[in-house]
């Protein structure tokens, strides 16, 4: 095959591509054959190394394709799009945003509270090494139950914090699955 055979017969399985890319992709081949020309190929071994004319403008054709529906898909989806990020920036601020921020203060407080428990028996036990006339064996047993209380407080906490920052991690998804256009029903 040469290389008017190889451009008529690519030409053929191009058919569907607008006359314009048709164009570009035949004066691209054209070159390819000038600089194999150059290099001292012939027509049959040009032809050769480029492979299936049908196959080449097959896989051209998928590549158009997926090129094209991104543009497209952007290009059409734009103002819905900014309508959503508008409408989710005003959401959250104005519905989530209280909430959140009482819940993450409530929490933080209960922390707060938790350690404050635990570093009661260290506090007590300071006391009772530097004023150990005024110290009651109450504030010890006291400051054990507080300790104690503040550790179960930790673990309980703990797992709450971590349902909390899920629950946030999840929701940020879906508000960025939303503004991309994933979760559209």
Known sequence: MNKLDFLE???YYLRNLSSQDQKEIIQDFEEHFEMGRSEGKTD???VRSLGSPQQIAK???STQQYEKVPANHSAQN???RIGIIIGLFFFNLII???PSIGIAGTILGIWVVAFSFVVQLFIAGFQWIIHP???YLFELFAS???AGSGLLIFIVINYV???AIRIFSKYIAFNVRLVKGEDRA
Do not use: C, K
Request: charged share 25%; glycine share 4%; no cysteine.
């Open 96 to 98: 989530v945003l209280g």
């Open 59 to 61: 896989d051209l054709q």
């Open 9 to 11: 017969e690519l030409r």
């Open 133 to 135: 006339e005024s110290f």
């Open 78 to 80: 734009q103002s819905p």
């Open 44 to 46: 049959e071994e040009i």
């Open 144 to 146: 054990i139950t507080l």
């Open 161 to 163: 914090t971590n349902a």
